[in-house]
């Protein structure tokens, strides 16, 4: 599936959400999607556990 098309069909999905459940759903969709995003990419091995944890301790360091 190319990234025309994924797009196309998590806009719909948000675009649903909210339209039947309101912002708090349309959140929640989006949350969820960007979860399932990660997940899916550490499966597919794109990206690294510690690649990630790496970044978000740097980023508590900042504040």
């Known amino acids: 599936m190319n990234l025309a ?8 999905a948000l675009g649903f959400a909210g339209y039947f459940g309101g912002f ?7 949350v969820l999607g960007a979860v399932g ?10 990206i690294e556990l510690s ?11 900042r504040r």
């Open 5 to 12: 098309l994924t797009g196309l069909v998590v806009g719909m």
């Open 51 to 61: 690649e990630l944890v790496d970044l978000l301790r740097n980023r508590d360091r």
């Open 24 to 30: 708090a759903a349309f959140l929640l969709v989006g």
């Open 37 to 46: 995003f990660v997940v899916g990419r550490l499966l597919e091995g794109d």
